[in-house]
């Protein structure tokens, strides 16, 4: 039997009533010897902040996950421990990015800054162009790690399929 | 793109069950839906495994959009179920269903929203539940209103229940709106028809159901949700 999947539709400009009614952006406690913040702005093809959107995060390696919608500045926030990175992987979160305007949830990852030689061969950024590479490793920033998407531009996040 | 381009584009089969992203009658779309390509990735590279949502994430009545409050919401109550399956159809247990509405007029409990129809005290539209060992789902709720909206003149989106699934892997994630039958507003709605594939779109649409209604009490509404396959990320332990 193969069965014709559900399509998606977009989760629309009032997810927050059903989607956010608890404090899910903590992947790990904030006072875990291990615990990093990420942040980072979700932006338009205007380079507009989205302030209606929703970003979830799954640390596949520490079966954790969390989600964060973005505010009015399209900013989101999480804490996360870095991710055991699999033999010849990297560390690396899934990331979701849902929003209004969004029909489908679009699939990137974020990888860490201090990471070199372990994203230097992990199989999925160095398959990319170097200007896409860049776009998937967060900045270092005041103790905190950035990640902005950016759904369209020259420096657009790179969006995967599977 | 122009403001002139069609709301509603022609039936494309070939789509399938994907919803065109850049859907141009849609027009948030226009600075949100990626213009470069997806990249590929290999299955062995896919994320592995998917969040778990335990006893603790739901309560008893979660499911019960009706006694949220101290009394009852106004409108059309309803019963709303189906089964979550994968697409060889085996049903997808403890997976985590979250629901958000409107209200009856058409209105959410949400500050953005300013369409000027009354809130309801009673209802804040909000619900979740998990599915049991054969997939089923169920929630009470009352019908949701038809509302306007700003995306063209005179737009007004169908009657709609949004719907977001963690299925076994986080590979499986939906979310999705289920509409109800014989709606005179789907050919006229850029979201909905953005789902290009006639067979595909009836698949948002639940099918009344006389079998689950509860005489002298509520109507029912069934639709089934089918969730993309696991791939390597299915967690044996949930693959029953």
Redesign the interface.
Known sequence: ???????????????????C?RVENELVPPNDPGAVRVTGQLL???G?P?G?GMI?A?D?SG?R?GRSGTDAEGRFSFVVSKPAARSG?APRL?I?V??????????TRLYFPDEPEANAAD??LSS?PEADRAVLVAEQEDGAVRFDIR??GER??????? | MSDDSPIVLPDDPSF??????D?PG???????????P????P?E????????FGDETVFELDYDLTKQHEGEPLGERIIVSGRV?D???KPIRNALV???QANAGGR???E??QHPAPLDPNF?????CRTDDDGNYRFITIKPGAYPWGNHENAWRPAHI?F?VFGRA??Q?????MYFPGDPLFRFDP??N??RDP???A??VSEFDLATTKPEWALAYRW?????HA?S?TTPLEDT
């Open positions: 039997m193969n069965l014709a999947r559900t399509p998606s539709q977009t989760v629309g400009p009032y997810y927050a009533i059903g989607l009614r338009d093809g205007d507009q989205i209606d979830e799954w596949a079966s996950w992987e899934d979701y849902h929003a209004r305007g969004l029909l489908k949830h679009q699939l199989p999925v990319l759904m369209q657009q996040t790179v969006f995967f399929s599977l | 399938g069950s994907d919803v065109q992203v859907y849609y027009r948030s779309t226009r600075l949100r839906a990626p213009k470069r997806l990249v590929t990735l299955e590279l896919h994320p592995v495994g998917g969040p778990v399956l697409d060889n159809g979250e629901v958000w959410y409990k949400h953005v929203d804040s539209g909000a619900g979740r949004h977001s986080f590979t994630r939906l979310v999705t709106q979201i909905f953005s789902v067979k595909a779109r698949l948002l089934n949700i089918v969730l993309g791939g990320g």
